[in-house]
């Protein structure tokens, strides 16, 4: 990996083993040549050994760190300890509130307040700020059931959200009916508001900017509900708050060399969307990698930016879904299940 490189690691658990360093990330640059790199991975739930990566890279944690204060704290310090520039929003893993050792009367914003007090006290950065020209901007969001606008499938029952997505009970909130509405995407969207000073001083002197979040801004970078196991998912993956703030950070038509980074829900995207190119390339979980197309087990961390060779990754990116969406048109009035889901559902 380059000196002066970025690396985008979004991961849902971290676990870090004391004696492990984590996986070296690529080769070094030609000696004394500084260049900028932007490798992403996201879910990177288990390091296996490995050599240290350079103190010159930044990293970007686009959330879902670790559930438990300290395995969060513990990982941070890590990665700052391996990087020069670390950069972190969170995910909703992060705000879960079900370990009885950190109190039972915690609530998910309280829980953040914290995690975003261990990260000012590392020196972990969730502000906008240039590396080597590149403007890297971190955007907080939250999911919001309005974001879903397309027609649910009729015919079948499916399980409800509550009994499906662990948030609705991992995570307390304050706020009345929070899981219902638009309330904690709001709240959350409101949290950028001090990122926009900064950010038109940013772009003055950036010529790329790579913005990232933990959710969806689009609906249109999930499957169609017809091909999803659960097809309620996209209820609870993306804001339209967070659409128009990634607007607002490159403009409103865009540019071909705009950036969005993204996760969440699993799937590998490269997609480009008037004028901002979306892009995520998961690790996922384990379990997952083992059976995925998209690298398996032996996925590495994607390298987005390299100054060296042309700056942003050619695509679109053979990305199964994206790909797919490439040559297919969306339907989402078309409710005939994708075979596996229906054999899924037939067999419950």
Partial sequence: MSAGGVTFIRGQLWRFDQSQGPKRLGASSRPGKCVL??????YPHLYRRGEDLFMEDTLIVAGDVAEKLETFATTMTLLKDRFKHVFFVPGNHDLWCRDIEEGNNMHSLEKLW????ICCSLGVEMQPKVVKGVGIVPLFSWYHQS???????????????KFVCRDFQAC???FPNSTLGDT???YFDNMNSQSWNALEKMKRSAHQVISFSHFLPRLELCPEKRMLFYPN??????SDYLEASV????????????CHVFGHTHFCWDATLDGIRYIQAPLAYPNERLRRINGGGDWLPFCLFNSDNGGLVDGPLPFYWSQYYHTNKRDPSNNQLAPWVFSLVMGM
Avoid at 114 to 117: D, G, Q, R, S, V
Avoid at 247 to 258: D, F, T
């Fill in 37 to 42: 790199s932007v490798r992403c991975m996201w």
């Fill in 114 to 117: 914290k995690i975003l007090e």
């Fill in 147 to 161: 974001f879903d606008k397309e027609p649910d499938i009729p015919g079948y029952r499916f399980p409800p959200l």
């Fill in 172 to 174: 307390k909130w304050q």
């Fill in 184 to 186: 904690l995407a709001v």
């Fill in 233 to 238: 998912l996209p209820k609870v993956v993306g």
């Fill in 247 to 258: 607007r607002r950070v490159h403009g409103i038509e865009g540019s071909l060399s705009a």
